[in-house]
């Protein structure tokens, strides 16, 4: 099975591209490192204030996929000071 997590991200007083590269590159490998997901930035990417991330993992128990995105998804609610979560959606495959 594949999960994927998108969250649509707000970056209040982002100016550039560059300033939003720069916020949003330490989230993904953040992210990366510590839940062990695939990540990229997949949206909006000529907006200044706005992103979709997308996390992808594969594994074989649906239940234990939803669950591991779903700790991601509160992860980032909590702990990412560099903006805000618009939107989440989780889907499995």
């Not at 490192?33 to 992103?51: C, H, I, P, V």
């Not at 074989?60 to 990412?80: F, G, Q």
């Amino acid at each position: 099975m594949i999960g994927t997590l998108t969250l649509h991200l707000h970056l209040p007083g982002c100016a550039s591209l560059k300033e939003k590269h720069d916020r949003i590159m330490p989230l993904l490998a953040r992210l990366h490192r510590q839940f062990n997901l695939s990540t990229a930035e997949m949206g909006l990417l000529d907006k200044w204030q706005e992103t979709v991330v997308a996390c992808g993992m594969v594994g074989n128990d649906a239940a234990y996929l939803r669950s591991a995105l779903e700790t991601v998804r509160k992860w980032v609610e909590a702990n990412w000071p560099d903006g805000d979560v618009l939107d989440t959606k989780i889907e499995l495959w």
